[in-house]
T-cell receptor
Framework: ELKVEQNPLFLSMQEGKNYTIYCNYSTTSDRLYWYRQDPGKSLESLFV?????AVKQEGRLMASLDTKARLSTLHITAAVHDLSATYFC?????????FGTGTRLQVFP | ETGVTQTPRHLVMGMTNKKSLKCEQHLGHNAMYWYKQSAKKPLELMFVYNFKEQTENNSVPSRFSPECPNSSHLFLHLHTLQPEDSALYLCASRGPQETQYFGPGTRLLVL
C-alpha cells in the first residue's frame, strides 16, 4: 500500500528559529510536490522536485528530494508568522497525486 | 487566484436533497480532478478526467456522480448524501510538470 507520511504532524515554533519538515513515501517516484494551505483556503503549489538531489528555494523555504531514500525535506529558515499554515507533500503515481497527512505549522512571536 | 474557480463556496443540504458542485478552469489544462478533504484525514482523490474521459473512480459511492462536458468544466452531482460526506471538496486541474492547480473548494455540510 502506498503511504506518504509527514512528520511532525504539528509544529509550533518561535519566530526566527529554523526547523525541518520530513516527508517519507513508500513507492518509487521521481517527482514530489509541496503545497501550502491556509485555514479555510485552497492548496497553493510551492515546489515541484523532479529528480534525485533536486533542491529548490523560495524565500525562507527550501525543499529537497532524495529519491533513493524516498525522502523529501522542507526546511524553514528564520520563521516568520506569515509562514503559519498547513504544508502537504505529495508524490505522483502515474497521473495521480498521493498526499501526505500534512504538517500544521504555527509560528509565534 | 489560480485560474480554477468553484461554486458554490459553501453548501448546506439535507440528506434527501440533490445539488451540484461546479468547477471551471481557464488554464487550458486537459485533466481535472475532484478531491475530498475531511478533518484530520489526508486529501482523498475521488475522480480523474483526462480530455473529458473519466480515467479514475477511486471507489467513490454512487451518491457522488461526476460530469465533465468539456475540458474546462467539471461537475459533481450530489444526491442522498450522508452526514459523513460533510467535507471540503476541492477541484484541481493538471498543468505543466504534472503540477495540480486547486480551486478554492466548496465547504459542504450535510444535515
Amino acid at each position: 500500500e502506498l503511504k506518504v507520511e509527514q512528520n511532525p504532524l504539528f509544529l509550533s515554533m518561535q519566530e526566527g528559529k529554523n526547523y525541518t519538515i520530513y516527508c517519507n513515501y513508500s513507492t518509487t517516484s521521481d517527482r514530489l510536490y509541496w503545497y501550502r494551505q491556509d485555514p479555510g483556503k485552497s492548496l497553493e503549489s510551492l515546489f515541484v522536485l523532479l529528480s534525485n538531489g533536486a533542491v529548490k528555494q523560495e524565500g525562507r523555504l527550501m525543499a529537497s528530494l532524495d529519491t533513493k531514500a524516498r525522502l523529501s525535506t522542507l526546511h524553514i529558515t528564520a520563521a516568520v508568522h506569515d509562514l503559519s499554515a498547513t504544508y502537504f507533500c505529495a508524490v505522483v503515481v502515474i497521473d495521480k497525486l498521493i498526499f501526505g497527512t500534512g504538517t500544521r505549522l504555527q509560528v509565534f512571536p | 487566484e489560480t485560474g480554477v474557480t468553484q461554486t458554490p463556496r459553501h453548501l448546506v443540504m439535507g440528506m434527501t436533497n440533490k445539488k451540484s458542485l461546479k468547477c471551471e478552469q481557464h488554464l487550458g489544462h486537459n485533466a481535472m480532478y475532484w478531491y475530498k478533504q475531511s478533518a484530520k484525514k489526508p486529501l482523498e482523490l475521488m475522480f480523474v478526467y483526462n480530455f473529458k474521459e473519466q480515467t479514475e473512480n477511486n471507489s467513490v459511492p454512487s451518491r457522488f456522480s461526476p460530469e465533465c462536458p468539456n475540458s474546462s468544466h467539471l461537475f459533481l452531482h450530489l444526491h442522498t448524501l450522508q452526514p459523513e460526506d460533510s467535507a471540503l471538496y476541492l477541484c484541481a486541474s493538471r498543468g505543466p510538470q504534472e503540477t495540480q492547480y486547486f480551486g478554492p473548494g466548496t465547504r459542504l455540510l450535510v444535515l
